[in-house]
C-alpha cells in the first residue's frame, strides 16, 4: 500500500476472479490477488489511456501496439500488432474493445476487427471524448463542449443536442440509466430515459465516482478527500437558517429554527411563516394535530391558531395535550395547566384543588408546581396522572395527591428528557442514561447494545412504536416492538442532529446543515466494516506480514497495529483481543495497536474482535511462534554443567594460587616490617653513637667547669629531652611534621653550642597555617643533619650555618637541607685519609627509604645537590626530600 501511495492510481477495476486492477501514472499495470500486489508483466499503457477488461480478456493500449492477456494466464501476452498511433480513447462495447482514432472506430475482439469511418462534423463537435458505455451504447461526450453528445451502436454515431449546466468534465461514468459527469465544479447527473439533469456538490472539484455493491456512491475529489452518499435520493434543504425543532400537521413539516424563524413545508417546498425579532432559538415547539394549534416557546410562550393567537412570557420547556383544549406543560418557575377556554380551566381547578388559578393574556394556568424548575412532562391518561422531570426529582400529581417516583435504594431521580410509551415512561437521566418507569413505577435502565453505551446520549424522542436515541455519533431508531436498532444518520463534530419527525415513508433530521430528508425503508442501515491488520513490528521493527517465520527467543515484544475501515465517518466500535484462550480484553475505542511485551515461547494465536451496529461481531487472526532460547536444549544443559565444573576446578585453583600469593604478600611484609624495625634500631644506634654523647657530655662538662651552671643546666635538660624524645619517637612509624621538626630544633641547639658562636642555623616554614598537620616517618631529618654537620661544616674554617626550608605544592611536601660547608668531593677525600670509616648514616637511610616506598607508597625521594660558586669552588650541599602530603592520625585519636 505504500508502493500505491507513492506512485497514485487511476483506472480502478475489479475481474471476474475478484481481483482489483489499478494502473499507475507511469502506465503499468498492477493487480491485488491474496492481499498481493503483482504487476502485469512486460507491459506499459500508452499515455493515460486506461486498459478494457471484457469476456475474460484485458486489452492494453501500448505505444507502439494492442496486446492482451486472457485472464486465466496472465503470463503468456499477445500481441495483435495493430497501430496504437493517433488513438484518442478507448471504451467496451458488448464484449469487444473499442478505440478511437481521429478519423475512424475500431472495433476488436481476439478473432475479428470492424472499422467505421467518423463523420467529420463528430471531429469538430468531439475533439476530446469521453467515453461510457450504457444500454449497448456508447455515450460519447466532449471535456469541453456542453451542448452536444453522441450515441454509437457499432453502426453509426449519432448526434444528440443538450445543454449541461457544467462545461469542462474530467471523467464519465454510468450506472443504470444515468450517466454522471465528474467536473470541477460538481457533479452532473443525466437521465438518459427522462433527460433530466441534476447538479451536486457545486463548487467541489470533483475526479471520480464510484458506485458499490449496496447502492451506495463514492466520490473522491482533487482537494477535499473522498465523500460517501448513502442515497442521492437523501436531502438536505439549507434554509438559511438553523433547524433546531420540528414537528408536524398531516403531511406538512413545521421547523423552528435557532433565530426565531417558523418554516413549513409540503413536498419539499419550505416557506417561511414567522419571522420573531428576538432572535431567540426556539426551546419547545409541538402542534395539536387535532385543535389545530401550534404550541411554541422560544423567549415568549406562543400560542398559534388560524384566527387567533396568545403570547405570554411564562418559561415553558414542554406540554403535552391532556384533553380538548387543555395541556400539561413543564417550565421554569412553575409547572401545571393551561387552557384557552374559562370553563375548562374551572374543570382544571376543581380536579387539581391543590392548583393555583392565573389568567395571562387570555391563557388560563393552573399551576401545580411553584419554585420548581421543570423540564419535561408526559401525561398518563389511563391513570389520568401528570409526571413532571423537575430538579427536585420526578414528580406525579393525580387530583389532590402529590407523590415523589423514587428508585429501588429510595433516591431521587432526575431526568432531562420524559417520553410516554405503552404504559411506561422513557427517561434520559442528568448521567446521559435511559431509564424505563413501569406502570408499578418501578425504575430499571433500559439495555441498549454495547457499542452504543460507549457514547453520550444526548436525547430521546419517541415516534409512534420508535424511540429515537441522539448520541454524540449517530442518531439511532429502536423499535420498541419488535426490539431491535438501526442508525438512521451518522453525526460528527460539524454535522449535528437535534430532532426528528416523520411524514409517511421519509425521517425529517433537523440538523446543524439544514434539514435532512431520509427515505425510511431505502437504506442499509447499519454497514459492515472491515478490520485489517496493518503493521506488525517485533522488537520496534517492521516485519513482512502475514509471512512470518519462527521467531527467536528474543524477538517477544510484538506490536501488532490494526484498522477498521468504515463507510460512515465518527463510528464507535468496541474492541477487544485475546491471546490463545485467555479471556477477552477489551481496549479503548479509539487504540489501533495491541503491544505484546516479554512473551514467553511457544505458539499464539492473537484474535481481535470488533463490536458495532451490525449483526455479528468481526474477527481478525495473527499466528505466530516464538522458539525456545537454545540454553534451555538438553545439549546445552549437558555443555553448560561440564564448563561449570570446568570453572569451579579453574577457580579453584586460582583462588589457591591466589592464597598462596597473599601468604607470600604477607610474610614478605613481615620481612619488610622487620627490616624497618631494624634500620630504625639501626638509626637510632647512628643517632644515638657514643661520639655524639661524648661531644655533648663534654660540652655540658666545660660549662660546669668553667662555673656556668646556667647554660650547663639548660644544655643538660636539652640533651635529657632530645634522648627521651628519640626513644619516644623510635617507637612509631610515622609522626607529625611537626613533632618531626621540634626533634630536630632541640639537637641543633646541642650541636650548636660545640660549635660555640661561629655555627648558625635556620628552619624556615612557608604555609604554616597548615603545612605542619601533615604525616612524616619519624625520625628521618635527624641523620641527614647530622651529616650535613659531620661532613659538611666540621672541616669548614669560619661562619657555619644550616638552612632547613620546608614547603609544599598540591600532592607533595618539599624539605630542604642547605649547608655553606666543604661540599661532598672534599668529604669524601678527608674521610678516604680516615683509617676504619664505615659511612653508616647514608646506607642507613637509603635502606630505610626503600623499605617505605615499598610497604606505604609514600613516593619518597631524597637528591643531593652539589653546590658551587660563579668560580666552580664548593659552596656547600643541598638535600631535598620530597614524599606525598598524608594527613596525620595522632595515636590519641
Same mark, same amino acid.
Given at each position: ?11 480502478? #477495476? ?6 482489483? *486492477? ?112 450504457? $444500454? ?19 453502426? $453509426? ?22 450517466? *454522471? ?26 475526479? #471520480? ?59 419539499? /417546498? ?352 495473527? %499466528? ?6 537454545? *540454553? ?32 607470600? #604478600? ?10 624497618? %624495625? ?95 598537620? *601533615? ?78 616506598? #615499598? ?37 590519641? /585519636?
Amino acid at each position: 500500500m505504500d508502493q500505491i501511495r507513492k506512485n497514485g492510481v487511476s483506472n480502478i #477495476q475489479f475481474d471476474s476472479n475478484n481481483r482489483i *486492477w489499478y494502473q499507475d501514472f507511469n502506465g503499468r499495470i498492477y493487480y491485488i490477488e491474496n492481499d498481493v500486489i503483482k504487476i502485469l508483466p512486460k507491459t506499459i499503457a500508452k499515455g493515460y489511456i486506461k486498459y478494457i477488461i471484457t469476456n475474460n480478456l484485458i486489452y492494453i493500449i501500448e505505444q507502439n501496439t494492442l496486446s492482451y492477456f486472457s485472464l486465466s494466464n496472465l503470463k503468456n501476452k499477445i500481441d495483435l500488432k495493430h497501430s496504437t498511433k493517433g488513438v484518442i480513447d478507448v471504451f467496451e462495447l458488448n464484449g469487444r474493445l473499442g478505440i478511437f482514432y481521429e478519423n475512424y472506430v475500431k472495433l476488436v475482439d481476439k478473432n475479428n476487427i470492424n472499422v467505421i469511418k467518423i463523420d467529420p462534423e463528430f471531429k469538430k463537435d468531439i475533439e476530446n471524448p469521453l467515453a461510457t458505455t450504457l $444500454k449497448n451504447k456508447v455515450y460519447l461526450f466532449d471535456k469541453h463542449n456542453s451542448k452536444v453528445f453522441y450515441t454509437f451502436d457499432e453502426q $453509426k454515431l449519432l448526434k444528440h443536442t443538450i445543454d449541461f449546466p457544467i462545461e469542462f468534465k474530467q471523467n464519465i461514468t454510468s450506472f443504470g440509466n444515468e450517466i *454522471w459527469m465528474s467536473t470541477t465544479s460538481g457533479i452532473v447527473r443525466y437521465n438518459v430515459i427522462t433527460k433530466r439533469t441534476e447538479l451536486y456538490f457545486k463548487k467541489k472539484n470533483i475526479s #471520480q465516482i464510484f458506485k458499490d455493491k449496496n447502492n451506495h456512491y463514492w466520490i473522491s475529489t482533487l482537494n477535499e478527500g473522498i465523500f460517501f452518499i448513502e442515497s442521492f435520493n437523501t436531502k438536505i434543504f439549507d434554509l438559511k437558517s438553523t433547524p433546531v425543532l420540528l414537528a408536524k400537521n398531516n403531511n406538512t413539516l413545521i421547523v423552528s429554527t435557532e433565530d426565531e424563524k417558523i418554516f413549513t413545508s409540503n413536498n419539499d /417546498n419550505y416557506k417561511l411563516m414567522y419571522n420573531y425579532t428576538s432572535n431567540h432559538s426556539f426551546l419547545m415547539t409541538k402542534f395539536d394535530e387535532n385543535q389545530d394549534r401550534l404550541l411554541a416557546t422560544s423567549s415568549s410562550f406562543k400560542w398559534i391558531e388560524k384566527n387567533k393567537s396568545y403570547e405570554n412570557h411564562t418559561s415553558i420547556k414542554d406540554i403535552v395535550p391532556i384533553g380538548k383544549n387543555n395541556y400539561a406543560f413543564a417550565g421554569s418557575i412553575r409547572s401545571g395547566l393551561v387552557t384557552n377556554d374559562p370553563i375548562v380551566h374551572q374543570e382544571n381547578l376543581k380536579n387539581f384543588p391543590n392548583g393555583i388559578g392565573q389568567e395571562i393574556k387570555g391563557l388560563y394556568f393552573t399551576n401545580l408546581l411553584v419554585e420548581y424548575n421543570a423540564r419535561s412532562v408526559v401525561y398518563e391518561p389511563n391513570k389520568q396522572s401528570i409526571y413532571f422531570a423537575t430538579n427536585n426529582g420526578l414528580i406525579r400529581i393525580k387530583n389532590k395527591e402529590e407523590t415523589e417516583i423514587k428508585d429501588s435504594f429510595g433516591k431521587s431521580i432526575y431526568l432531562k428528557d420524559i417520553s410516554f410509551y405503552d404504559d411506561k415512561i422513557f427517561g434520559l437521566t442528568k448521567d446521559d442514561v435511559i431509564v424505563v418507569i413501569n406502570s408499578k413505577n418501578q425504575i430499571s435502565n433500559f439495555e441498549l447494545p454495547s457499542y452504543i453505551k460507549n457514547t453520550t446520549v444526548e436525547k430521546i424522542k419517541i415516534l409512534e412504536n420508535m424511540l429515537f436515541i441522539f448520541s454524540t455519533n449517530a442518531v439511532y431508531e429502536y423499535d420498541l416492538i419488535h426490539q431491535n436498532i438501526s442508525k438512521m444518520i451518522n453525526l460528527t463534530p460539524y454535522f449535528k442532529a437535534t430532532d426528528v419527525e416523520r411524514i409517511g415513508s421519509y425521517l425529517y433530521f433537523a440538523t446543524s446543515l439544514g434539514v435532512l430528508k431520509k427515505n425510511k425503508f431505502n437504506f442499509t442501515s447499519n454497514y459492515h466494516p472491515w478490520l485489517e491488520i496493518d503493521k506488525v513490528y517485533i522488537n520496534s521493527t517492521e516485519v513482512d506480514y502475514p509471512i512470518l517465520e519462527e521467531l527467536n527467543h528474543s524477538e517477544n515484544n510484538i506490536d501488532i497495529h490494526f484498522k477498521v475501515i468504515s463507510k460512515t465517518p465518527n463510528e464507535v466500535y468496541n474492541i477487544f483481543y485475546k491471546i490463545n484462550n485467555s479471556n477477552w480484553i477489551k481496549k479503548d475505542h479509539k487504540s489501533r495497536t495491541i503491544n505484546l511485551s516479554s512473551l514467553a515461547p511457544g505458539s499464539y494465536v492473537v484474535k481481535i474482535l470488533i463490536e458495532g451496529d451490525y449483526k455479528s461481531s468481526i474477527t481478525k487472526e495473527f %499466528n505466530f511462534t516464538i522458539a525456545k532460547p537454545f *540454553w534451555s536444549k538438553l545439549w546445552f544443559n549437558t555443555l553448560l554443567i561440564a564448563c561449570i565444573a570446568g570453572l569451579i576446578f579453574y577457580f579453584t585453583r586460582i583462588r589457591i594460587k591466589k592464597i598462596k600469593n597473599n601468604n607470600k #604478600q604477607y610474610l614478605n611484609q613481615i620481612n619488610l616490617k622487620n627490616e624497618l %624495625n631494624t634500620q630504625k634500631l639501626k638509626s637510632i644506634k647512628s643517632q644515638m653513637n657514643p661520639h655524639f654523647f661524648f661531644n655533648a657530655l663534654n660540652t655540658i662538662q666545660s660549662y660546669i667547669l668553667t662555673d656556668d651552671k646556667k647554660l650547663a643546666l639548660f644544655y643538660l635538660s636539652k640533651f635529657s629531652k632530645l634522648t627521651r624524645q628519640i626513644l619516644n619517637l623510635s617507637e612509631k612509624d610515622f609522626i607529625s611534621l611537626k613533632e618531626e621538626i621540634e626533634t630536630n630544633e632541640i639537637y641543633l641547639d646541642i650541636e650548636k653550642a660545640r660549635f660555640n658562636d661561629n655555627f648558625e642555623y635556620q628552619i624556615e616554614i612557608k604555609n604554616k597555617t597548615d603545612i605542619l598537620k *601533615w604525616r612524616f616517618p619519624s625520625l628521618l631529618l635527624q641523620p641527614l643533619i647530622e651529616n650535613a654537620i659531620k661532613h659538611g661544616l666540621l672541616h669548614k674554617n669560619g661562619d657555619k650555618k644550616i638552612d632547613i626550608i620546608i614547603n609544599q605544592n598540591e600532592t607533595h611536601l618539599i624539605i630542604s637541607i642547605i649547608d655553606n660547608g666543604i661540599g661532598r668531593t672534599e668529604s669524601e677525600k678527608i674521610n678516604k685519609s680516615r683509617k676504619n670509616h664505615e659511612s653508616f648514616a647514608t646506607k642507613a637511610i637509603e635502606n630505610r627509604v626503600n623499605i617505605l616506598n #615499598q610497604s606505604y607508597q609514600l613516593d619518597l625521594q631524597i637528591t643531593y645537590i652539589d653546590l658551587y660558586n660563579n668560580n666552580g669552588q664548593p659552596t656547600g650541599t643541598r638535600v631535598d626530600i620530597k614524599l606525598l602530603k598524608l594527613a596525620y592520625e595522632s595515636d590519641y /585519636n
